[in-house]
């Protein structure tokens, strides 16, 4: 049903982590409302380290828009940032943002980060996010269009000038600063990429896994960038040709599809490759469910980055299992043959997730 069909004043029961609604909700779902609440509360608090019950750290890092939700970030003990995303700093410009401009925003987020990690993910521009001074409106297809890496076919210079200014923040601040493109399909790309990096003198270039080509390349991808992180949410939407802003097709849009599960495994194998062993995150919204967190750990990712709000779960939950536990729950949930499977059949390894009222 649309939202605009709900009456005014309707009560409505909204369950997050289910992705359901209801309407007029009777005593049971507000009991789950209270037990969720009173959970909530008491799951609030991250200690700022991501380890398994075994010792196995994984970072547990923020995605941040800008300075203010860094700050915010830093504040609720994330471990650096695994995604800042640039647009969002410069969203409704109908001008490329000067150097100047560019280097307040950036140096804003490191500065809340000194001496840590912080993921800089070059303008990701079109389909959902639009930037009048790089994408074309009138195109048919945004999503398979001219977007994000792709707009420096079309706007050369910009993404220079915005290695540039990353590169000159980064030199006034102590963050440990990462450069990432996004909507990366092939090794040229990426070695195209990585030289821009080298060019303004950034030293840690990687790419962004969001499209199956990626997923199946990582091998020679990887060969050519110091890293890759998993965009699970546009990774799903390609993987399943299901729009991610259409809401009817939500259940195809789903990160426990077995088939996004197989094409994050891909991507860690090819990341091992004899030779040259690389770091694979997770920034997309799969790793904020707690249970598909452990799944992503068990599948070999070695950080993973969500809205700080989801810092306390993720971190408890992945602190209940041990990294052999992981990889056997993320064994069950990629065999499973639907999306639905992989998700209940993991949550069935994981008792404390009920415990914890997740
Ligand atoms: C993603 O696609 O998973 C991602 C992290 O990038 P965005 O959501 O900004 O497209
Ligand atoms: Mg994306």
């Excluded at 009048?132 to 420096?152: H, I, K, Q, W």
């Excluded at 799903?236 to 802003?245: C, E, G, L, N, V």
């Excluded at 040259?276 to 992503?296: M, Y």
Aim: charged share 20%; hydrophobic share 50%.
């Amino acid at each position: 049903m649309g939202v605009d069909n709900i009456a005014d004043g309707t009560d409505v029961f909204v369950d997050g982590a289910a992705g359901t609604i209801a309407l007029d909700p009777g005593a049971e779902e507000e009991a789950a409302a209270e037990a969720y609440k009173a959970a909530a509360a008491a799951l609030t608090v991250f200690d700022g380290t991501g380890v398994t019950a075994d010792g196995h750290e994984v970072p547990l890092l923020a995605n941040v828009g800008g300075a203010k939700d860094a700050v915010k970030a830093a504040e609720a003990k994330a471990q650096g940032v695994g995604l800042l995303r640039t647009e969002f700093c410069f969203l409704e410009r109908d001008t490329e943002p000067t150097a100047e401009e560019q280097i307040e925003a950036y140096k804003g987020v490191f500065d809340a980060f000194p001496g840590k990690k912080v993921v800089v993910r070059t303008l990701d521009a079109g389909a959902d996010k639009p930037l009048p001074f790089l994408t074309d409106a009138s195109e048919p297809n945004p999503a398979l269009g001219v977007r994000g890496y792709r707009t420096d076919l079309t706007s050369p210079g910009v993404l220079e000038r915005q290695l540039q200014a990353v590169a000159d923040a980064a030199s006034q601040a102590s963050a440990d600063v990462w450069v990432m493109a996004p909507m990366i399909s092939t090794a040229e790309e990426a070695a195209d990429f990585a030289k821009l990096c080298s060019n303004a003198g950034l030293q840690t270039p990687g790419v962004m896994v969001e499209v199956p080509s990626a997923a199946l390349m990582a091998e020679a991808i990887l060969g050519e960038v110091a890293f890759a992180s998993l965009g699970t949410n546009d990774l799903t939407q390609y993987t399943m040709a299901a729009d991610r802003q259409l809401g009817s097709l939500a259940a195809l849009n789903n990160s426990w599809q077995p088939a996004v599960l197989r094409m994050v495994q891909l991507t860690v194998q090819g990341s091992a490759a004899e030779g040259h062993a690389k770091p694979v995150g997770v920034c997309g919204e799969a790793a904020a469910d707690p249970a598909l967190a452990v799944v992503l750990v068990g599948l070999g990712v070695s950080t993973l980055s969500m809205t700080p709000r989801a810092l306390a779960g993720v971190g408890a939950v992945l602190n209940s299992v041990t990294l052999a536990e992981a990889q056997r729950i993320a064994g069950i949930a990629v065999a499973a043959p639907t999306a639905a499977e992989a998700r209940a059949r993991a949550r069935a390894e994981l008792p404390v997730l009920e415990s914890l009222g997740l």
